[in-house]
């Protein structure tokens, strides 16, 4: 499996500790930055991760930056892109097995590391669910 991580320069310390994360897990990792806290602007790097994964050069992705939000925007402005931003475990679950989502967004302001790693853990582990009807949805959204 490979995830395209990337971050603003707010969160890039806490960006580096995912990405040791993931390997641990066995995973490949794609750093698409920001590598260091030199100022930047957040709507690069979710570009980036989304572009990655929606041109299936990673199979997930995951951005943050200091409260999750901007970067998520900017990661779901790629068309296919499905971001989820939480901070709720049952959030990501639901996320993953209803709507099909491949990137997870987070704040790293906003989330302490052992919430994140749970957050990462069930993005991972839980499975899309395909309805006829979800399908659909899904379909929809990819449309837009």
Do not use: W
Not at 15 to 36: R, S
Not at 100 to 120: C, H, K, Q
């Amino acid at each position: 499996m490979r995830i395209a991580v990337g971050c603003d320069h707010i969160v890039t310390e806490i960006k580096n500790e995912v990405v040791k994360y993931l390997q641990k897990k066995g995973i490949e990792v794609i750093d698409c930055g920001t590598y260091d806290k030199e100022r930047t602007h957040y709507p690069i790097y979710g570009k980036r991760v989304g572009e990655k994964v929606a041109l299936k050069e990673a199979d997930l992705g995951i951005v943050l930056c200091g409260t999750g939000v901007g970067i998520t925007n900017a990661a779901n402005k790629i068309k296919g892109i499905r971001c989820v931003l939480t901070q709720d475990v049952s959030v990501v679950k639901y996320a993953r097995e209803v709507l099909n989502a491949n990137v997870l967004g987070f704040g790293g302001r906003v989330s302490g590391i052992g919430m994140i790693e749970d957050l990462i853990d069930t993005f991972l582990e839980t499975e899309y669910c395909p309805t006829e009807e979800r399908d659909v949805y899904i379909e929809k959204m990819d449309q837009l």
